[in-house]
């Protein structure tokens, strides 16, 4: 079993910076790739950004310049640098894990979610 703890969520003035972080543990052989998602009332999830385990990056393009993804496979790390924040990025982050298993099989895994506010 997998799971994920994420940490870093708040409220912030616009303009203003947050990191969040999610540290993944349990069967994971290998980490295919980590990423980060969001969710607003009334809308979809949707694609935040996105490194895979060799280091090649997506963003969303409302986020490109603004947001950093990094991760550390070592640790089971994936970070979400966000800069320049906007009252449009008010939504509930969550985590996200493609990996494979112990057992060989590849599956994936989501945080419980965490809390950004940005106040204009």
């Given at each position: 079993?997998?799971?994920?703890?994420?940490s870093?969520?708040?409220?912030?003035?616009?303009g203003g910076?947050?990191?969040?972080s999610?540290?993944?543990?349990?069967?994971?052989?290998?980490?295919?790739?980590?990423?980060w998602y969001r969710?607003s009332p009334?809308?979809?999830r949707?694609l935040?950004?996105?490194?895979?385990?060799?280091?090649?990056?997506?963003?969303?393009?409302?986020?490109?310049g603004r947001?950093?993804?990094?991760?550390d496979?070592?640790?089971r790390?994936?970070?979400?640098?966000?800069?320049?924040l906007?009252?449009?990025?008010?939504?509930?982050?969550y985590?996200?894990?493609k990996?494979?298993s112990?057992?060989?099989?590849?599956?994936?895994v989501?945080g419980?979610?965490?809390?950004?506010?940005v106040?204009?």
């Open positions: 079993q997998v799971q994920l703890v994420e870093g969520g708040g409220l912030v003035q616009a910076s947050l990191r969040l999610c540290a993944a543990s349990g069967s994971i052989f290998r980490i295919n790739a980590m990423g969710q009334g809308k979809e949707e935040v950004a996105v490194i895979t385990s060799v280091g090649n990056t997506n963003y969303a393009d409302s986020v490109k947001f950093t993804v990094s991760g496979n070592a640790k790390m994936v970070y979400l640098q966000m800069n320049k906007k009252p449009d990025d008010t939504a509930v982050y985590c996200n894990v990996y494979t112990t057992r060989f099989t590849a599956d994936d989501w419980q979610g965490t809390q950004v506010t106040s204009s």
